[in-house]
């Protein structure tokens, strides 16, 4: 067995890197080849939104691809190009723009991941005659006693997994990750020892593809309808204000609102179909239970929980906490330990962990006050 679990001497073993043009997959593929392995390189070109291929922490675009071609150049190893852009539009932007449209704060970089990356990719993996598809994720996959398991990275600081929670058993059984161990100023010491140039690279920013930073203006362009103007009102219903979209707005969001005297307010909840934006005290963001749908189980005996003991982050940079986890196979609900107080979003994640381990998640779509699940 070689050192990714394969049962072949390492120079018999093709491992295909998506290398989007950064340090990390640029360091994944250097120690796969320093380690013997047979690597291929191949690099998605995802979009071309003029400014956002030359902004810094862009991804997958522009003289990202510079950089992977010029990696892969340097380590002596194939590299391929693939043009992806229509699958990451109908995959990842298109379900952006809709989700914003809807009220919710959507998360691309796990639509990413769980279309264009760990499915569109792996196939094309399979097609080079790969045995392993590779990635720079900050995360660990762990043999397990019944198959490999997904696990938070040994850098807390650097975990990714909370980004992966949609990938299913049989993608992880052909993924490998790595940099799971490393701490990132390992990786960089590593890519400046194998001379590679981007040791010193910023990271990608989270949401790649818009140009400017400001989501509302990308939603605008792409669907002018959803720029809908209409009242800010407090949770009784009467009118504080006025908007120009909800789509400007996010869950738990308190400055810019415009409505200023009193006590603060914060976004509350959203109601597209009113085209309201509705504000109230940070007490009104408690929620103690989270309801969520379209689950991925990487735990078997989480698909059918019933008040288990778990951990739950809500938001990526969150640490996890406490709750109970009940399921019926295709939804789930958490009871959390302690209200949480930040705004639980819908749109965003809960992703939920024994331990190390992630055992499943899904989209959050409702949040509520009390502890009575719906």
Not at 38 to 61: E, I, M, P, S
Not at 71 to 84: G, K, R
Not at 102 to 108: D, V
Not at 229 to 255: A, E, F, M, W
Request: net charge negative; proline share 5%.
């Amino acid at each position: 067995m070689n050192s990714i679990g394969i049962d072949k001497p390492p120079a018999a073993t093709r491992i295909v890197v998506g290398m989007s043009g950064g340090v990390d997959s640029a360091v994944t593929a250097a120690l796969l080849v320093e380690a013997g392995y047979d690597v291929v390189g191949v690099t998605l070109q995802l979009y071309d939104h003029g400014v956002a291929t030359q902004r810094k922490g862009a991804c997958c675009a522009g003289q990202d691809i510079q950089d992977a071609a010029h990696a892969a150049e340097l380590l002596h190893i194939p590299h391929y190009v693939l043009d992806y852009e229509a699958r990451f539009r109908s995959g990842v932007i298109d379900d952006f723009v809709g989700s914003y449209e809807a009220g919710e704060t959507p998360i691309p970089c796990v639509r990413c991941n769980q279309t264009v990356k760990f499915t569109d990719l792996l196939e094309t993996a399979r097609d080079l005659g790969a045995d392993a598809l590779a990635t720079g994720h900050y995360a660990r996959r762990v043999d397990g006693r019944h198959g490999p398991e997904l696990h938070r990275a040994a850098d807390p600081s650097r975990d990714q997994s909370y980004f992966l929670f949609a990938t299913t058993r049989c993608q992880l059984d052909y993924l490998r990750f790595p940099l799971g161990d490393l701490p990132k100023e390992v990786t960089r010491a590593h890519a400046r020892r194998l001379g590679l140039a981007l040791a010193d690279k910023p990271d990608s920013q989270d949401i790649c593809f818009v140009p400017t930073g400001r989501y509302a203006d990308l939603v605008a362009r792409l669907r002018p309808e959803a720029a809908i103007p209409g009242d800010i009102v407090d949770l009784d219903g009467r009118v504080l204000g006025r908007h120009d979209g909800i789509i400007n707005y996010t869950i738990g969001q308190r400055r810019g609102l415009g409505v200023g005297g009193g006590d603060p307010l914060f976004v509350v909840r959203l109601d597209p179909a009113t085209a309201r934006v509705v504000v109230g005290p940070r007490s009104a963001l408690a929620a103690v239970t989270v309801r969520l749908r379209d689950m991925n189980f990487l735990d078997e005996d989480a698909a059918q929980a019933i008040d288990r003991p778990v951990q739950v982050k809500l938001r990526s940079a969150q640490a996890p906490i406490a709750a109970r986890l009940t399921a019926d196979g295709t939804s789930a609900w958490l009871t959390l330990d302690e209200p949480a107080l930040g705004g639980v979003a819908p749109g965003q994640a809960g992703v939920i962990y024994d331990g190390d381990r992630l055992i499943a998640g899904g989209w959050i779509c409702r949040a509520e006050q009390t502890a009575q699940a719906a």
